[in-house]
């Protein structure tokens, strides 16, 4: 087994029985800047400081490729919901100052069992670095 990274508990790996990794991976940060207005001369621009970095990816959850599309759901959902800040890593690199929260998710259900079950679908997350206070 070749375990490419994690997010939290969420492990990315690649092996005989399972395949979940992600895709479309996305880091982005911005700065904060304000104007101040002056009468009859040019406005000053001020940096006032640095928004929490973004990230953005797709994971792909599939039955066939050894995963419970639900089970994973479900985990993000916790973290999501529960306000969890989680560490994410890949392959030896630690991404962030720190750890990220989820601020939101879209699963794009593909293919379902006879009975209704969720057994192909991809799922973009949204990470929102969160740093110690």
Known sequence: MAVVGCLGEVIFQVSEEVVET???MSWSGSARYSTHQRHGA???TEFTGLDPDKIT????LSVELGVDPMAEVTRLWGYERGGTAVPLTI???AYGKYRWNITKHEMK?????RVGNI???TVSVSLQEYLRG
């Open 22 to 24: 992600l895709d479309n």
């Open 42 to 44: 040019n406005a000053l």
């Open 57 to 60: 990816f797709d994971i792909t």
């Open 91 to 93: 392959g030896t690199h």
């Open 109 to 113: 259900m593909k293919a379902f069992d």
């Open 119 to 121: 057994t192909h679908a």
